[in-house]
């Protein structure tokens, strides 16, 4: 079993930065792909960024492309995501998911393990 947990959600307002982290308690951290989705007021949740279990291949959703930026440290059982240049659409419970296929999951159905998520508001 393994499990996630997020930390670094806030409030920010737009045009700042946040960084998110989710630490991991397995020992198969170095095999897994990790990625970040999140859930706004109202909406379903979706994709935002994946990276492959190497930490290679990191993968964005268009509309954080170039201001987020995902990494992967196996040594301390960690992923991160560096939000910058942040908008009030950002807003949302962000959530960390974990992965054993051989291409990083961006859908919801493809995740294999879920954190409970951290709230992220980006006021204007």
């Known amino acids: 079993q393994v499990q996630l947990v997020e930390s670094g959600g806030g409030l920010v307002q737009a045009g700042g930065s946040l960084s998110l982290s989710c630490a991991a308690s397995?020992?198969?951290?170095?095999?897994?792909?990790m990625g970040w989705f999140r859930q706004a007021p109202g909406k379903k949740r979706e994709f935002v960024a994946t990276?492959?279990?190497?930490?290679?291949?990191?993968y964005y959703a268009e509309s954080v492309k170039g201001r987020f930026t995902i990494s992967k440290d196996s040594a301390e059982n960690t992923v991160y995501l560096q939000m910058n240049s942040l908008k009030p659409e950002d807003t949302a419970v962000y959530y960390c998911?974990?992965?054993?296929?051989?291409?990083?999951?961006?859908?919801?159905?493809?995740?294999?393990?879920w954190g409970k998520g951290t709230l992220v508001t980006v006021s204007s």
């Open positions: 990276i492959k279990w190497s930490g290679s291949s990191p």
């Open positions: 397995t020992r198969t951290f170095g095999s897994l792909n």
């Open positions: 998911a974990a992965d054993s296929f051989a291409v990083p999951s961006t859908s919801e159905s493809g995740v294999d393990y």
